[in-house]
């Protein structure tokens, strides 16, 4: 199988442990500003915030509202608590993965149809409409659109426990999309994504429920031919 170049995500991520190691950074110290975070990388403000979700996550980055950035006392690097990219068999970890996006994902979404904003559904809009045009284009950008669009609705749902579990979501996104994703099943996405969208702009919790479910069938379906196929050869 190729390697597959780090997306912008994954390089911000390296970025910013590499920056803490260079600035010889211990946990408590404060990190600049969201702006020069941003510059310093050469990334998005967007991009640098996904980045810094995952590293919160798992303990590398303390976020502390109204306040800034810290450094945490959690591991260097993500691999250290999920290991994710030292798993032989990456087949049965997507699985694994889209398992856990069963239990997690359509209640955040639900949840997300509750309290969604205004500009999170106008955020998710153009987003949608980005996955579209890249899909439809035959480029790669529609991953990092992907990755945004489902850590707005992450956040949207304003559960802590979620928000902190997108990089479950997040990192069975990335592996799909590498290695398993069909343009077929990028088509449907674009589907997906839309009844995903109405439902939260109609604030329609089940139906929201039910469109993240379906989003998460379609694509295990995919997985589970590729699995068929790769057996009976």
Known sequence: MKAVQKLRVEQTVDTLIKYIEEKEL???????NEFILAQ????????????????VSIGVLEVQHGSGTYV????SSPEDILNFRNIKNPLKLVKDLFELRYLVEPTMTAKA?????????????????????????????????????HSIIAEASQSIPFNNLFSIIYESIVLY????????????T???HKEILQALKERDEMS??????????????????????????
Request: net charge negative; no cysteine; proline share 2%.
């Open 26 to 32: 211990t946990a408590g110290d404060k990190l600049p």
């Open 177 to 188: 999309n590498k290695n398993y994703s069909t343009f077929t099943i990028k088509e449907e």
């Open 72 to 75: 945490g006392s959690g591991p």
């Open 208 to 233: 929201a429920y039910d469109a993240a479910l379906i989003h998460i069938v379609k694509n295990r379906r995919t997985l589970t031919e590729f699995s068929d196929k790769t057996y009976s050869d």
């Open 40 to 55: 310093h990388a050469e990334v998005s403000r967007s991009t640098l915030r996904e980045a810094v979700r995952m590293l």
């Open 190 to 192: 674009i589907t997906s």
């Open 113 to 149: 149809a509750r309290y969604i904003t205004s500009k999170q559904i106008s955020e998710l809009e153009k987003l949608s409409h980005k996955i579209e045009d890249s899909i439809e284009n035959k480029t790669l950008d529609h991953l990092e659109y992907d990755i945004q669009f």
